[in-house]
């Protein structure tokens, strides 16, 4: 079946810091791959995506690579602000059928 | 562009009150909708989702209904609500063949129960 295991939180970290949260995924076929973040109070948005395998999503400084050899797609960030601070999830479509696969969220908290 | 609308942002309902949310998306036709609930603290857990007007998937049982009266609006009901409905509502939307471009979320309706 399909499902998305995304790194537990709450995370913590002081501005200028790298981020990564990981996501490793379960899939039949070839998927693709989302981040969204909620910011406090908000409806997710979607942050990037990747559609196949070797590809890489990219967004206000934010990227993750879709990784078929082990099944991950992880967020990475070079330099996190303290305008980061919010719950990201990690995403999975299936090539065939309507439905999305969300991982748990992860709530990340940038301290100045 | 495309649009989705979803109200109200919040609501405050005694237990036992019925209940009406309502999402319309614009700018599309023949959008695969979604309802999730987001409970305090907790992941996105997907309630509904419709292909077309009239069609309803429901994926958990229980004091929720939802309908499609026509092709661009989606409707989450309650008769009667229970404490346990308390939660952050949200709606989406995506393409007839989402898997590629996502979904695109409403900014969701806070739902507390007293």
């Known amino acids: 079946g399909n499902s998305v295991t995304q790194m537990e939180g709450p995370v913590t970290l002081s501005e200028e810091a790298f981020l990564t949260i990981n996501c490793t995924y379960t899939a039949t076929g070839y998927p693709s791959l989302f981040w969204y973040v909620q910011y406090p109070g908000e409806g997710l948005q979607l942050l990037l995506k990747?559609?196949?395998?070797?590809d890489k999503g990219s967004n206000k400084g934010f990227e993750a690579t879709y990784r078929k050899e082990t099944t991950s797609f992880h967020l990475e960030k070079g330099s996190v602000q303290v305008s980061d601070s919010a719950v990201y999830f990690c995403?999975?479509?299936?090539?065939?059928?309507?439905?999305?696969?969300f991982g748990t969220g992860t709530s990340l908290t940038v301290i100045p | 562009s495309q649009t989705i609308h979803q109200w109200p942002a919040t609501l405050v309902q005694p237990v036992g009150s019925p209940l009406s949310l309502e999402c319309t998306v614009e700018g599309t036709s023949n959008p695969n909708l979604y309802w999730y609930r987001q409970a305090a603290g907790r992941g996105l857990q997907l309630l509904f989702y419709s292909v077309g007007i009239g069609q309803i998937s429901s994926e958990v049982p229980q004091n929720l209904s939802a309908s499609r009266p026509q092709d661009r609006q989606f409707i989450l009901s309650s008769k009667k609500l229970l404490l346990s409905d308390s939660g952050f509502y949200l709606c989406a939307w995506s393409p007839l063949t989402g898997g590629f471009y996502g979904y695109t979320f409403g900014s969701g309706t806070r739902l507390t129960v007293v």
């Open positions: 990747a559609t196949k395998a070797d």
């Open positions: 995403a999975l479509a299936p090539n065939t059928g309507n439905q999305f696969y």
